[in-house]
Every structure is written in structure tokens, then in C-alpha cells.
T-cell receptor, first 113, second 112 residues
């Protein structure tokens, strides 16, 4: 079975500050890893994904994430956040015989002026 | 290029009723997955359809059923609704079961 743990349920930061949203996963097979963002009353939008290759993955809106196999982590980072980055962020995993995405419980990022 | 579309956007039902939600995949996509997102939670996988067959199913009771049509669109049916079925229902599409999933805006179901 696969599982995802998002270590922080809420992360408040000030505008233009850096941010890191933490994600750890558990899987007995090779994984594909994803970060999605959900704005209020909307569906999920793909930020970035790791399938294979370089462990540093760049996504949309200036976000990036690093796959660390030894620590089973896939933390999301942005060097300088904007008010518009306020949203819920979900880490997800798939792989092996699993077509499905298994999501974490989400991290609410709140960017304050 | 239209993305994933879902209908209706909102729905109110009472306990014991039945509901049908609809999803049209992104152009060129042939695989549809359904997820349930309860308030304050991450999405939970219900099932995936590929080539008009249920390819994989999550831990949901048989009250949840689905269908995929030849044009790749899909329906999610829920029978004997419970209060706990109140949630945002998300549809995601891909080209092939293994590819990156792209989500629609969801249908918000309220069961009274």
C-alpha cells in the first residue's frame, strides 16, 4: 500500500518570504510523485511531477520540488511567495500496480501582506 | 482546448435518493478516474475507467458505480445516499491509465 504524509496542515507566511511544504511518502515500489494546488471552490491543478530522472523538478508559478529517495520525501519550495499563492496544496503518489493517486491531507498555505 | 468538464456544479439530494454525476475528459484522453473529497480532506480514489471497463477500484461500497461511454465520457452513480456522501466529487482524465491525471472543477454534492 502507498501513503502520503503532509507534515504541516497549515503554513502561514508573509509575502515575498520563502516557503517549504513538506511531504513524506511510503511505498514498496517505484513511485511517481505529484504536487497539486487547489484554490477555493475549484478543482485540482497540477503544479509539478516527478516520474524519473533529475531529482529536482521545476513546476509552474515558480515552484520546485526535490525527490529524496533515501528520506522518502518530496518537499515543495518557492523562494518568494505572493498573495495569490494562498491555496491548499496536496502531495500525491502513484506507481507499481496502482493507477490511482493517493493523496495527503493537504497543507493550507496562507500568504499574508 | 477544453479541459475536463463536469456537471452539474452543485447538487442537493436527500438521504436515500440516487444521484448521477457526469464527466467529459480532456480532448485526446481516454481514461477517467473519480475521486471523493470530503471537507478538509485530500481526495480519495473511487475508481478508474479505461476502454469502458472499471480498471481499478478504491475502498468504496457497491453503492458507488460508474460507466464509461464509447466517447470516453463517464458517469458516477451513487445509490441510497447517506449524509456522509456529502463531498466534492472530482473527475480526472488521462491518455492511458499511467499518465498524469488532469482534474475537472468538481461537483459539490450535499445530502440532507
Amino acid at each position: 500500500a502507498q501513503s502520503v504524509t503532509q507534515l504541516d496542515s497549515q503554513v502561514p507566511v508573509f509575502e515575498e518570504a520563502p516557503v517549504e511544504l513538506r511531504c513524506n511518502y511510503s511505498s514498496s515500489v517505484s513511485v511517481y510523485l505529484f504536487w497539486y494546488v487547489q484554490y477555493p471552490n475549484q478543482g485540482l491543478q497540477l503544479l509539478l511531477k516527478y516520474l524519473s530522472g533529475s531529482t529536482l523538478v521545476k513546476g509552474i508559478n515558480g515552484f520546485e520540488a526535490e525527490f529524496n529517495k533515501s528520506q522518502t520525501s518530496f518537499h515543495l519550495r518557492k523562494p518568494s511567495v505572493h498573495i495569490s499563492d494562498t491555496a491548499e496544496y496536496f502531495c500525491a503518489v502513484s506507481g507499481g500496480s496502482n493507477y490511482k493517486l493517493t493523496f495527503g491531507k493537504g497543507t493550507l498555505l496562507t500568504v499574508n501582506p | 482546448d477544453a479541459g475536463v468538464t463536469q456537471s452539474p456544479t452543485h447538487l442537493i439530494k436527500t438521504r436515500g435518493q440516487q444521484v448521477t454525476l457526469r464527466c467529459s475528459p480532456k480532448s485526446g484522453h481516454d481514461t477517467v478516474s473519480w475521486y471523493q473529497q470530503a471537507l478538509g480532506q485530500g481526495p480519495q480514489f473511487i475508481f478508474q475507467y479505461y476502454e469502458e471497463e472499471e480498471r481499478q477500484r478504491g475502498n468504496f461500497p457497491d453503492r458507488f458505480s460508474g460507466h464509461q461511454f464509447p466517447n470516453y465520457s463517464s458517469e458516477l452513480n451513487v445509490n441510497a445516499l447517506l449524509l456522509g456522501d456529502s463531498a466534492l466529487y472530482l473527475c480526472a482524465s488521462t491518455y492511458g491509465p499511467w499518465e498524469t491525471q488532469y482534474f475537472g472543477p468538481g461537483t459539490r454534492l450535499l445530502v440532507l
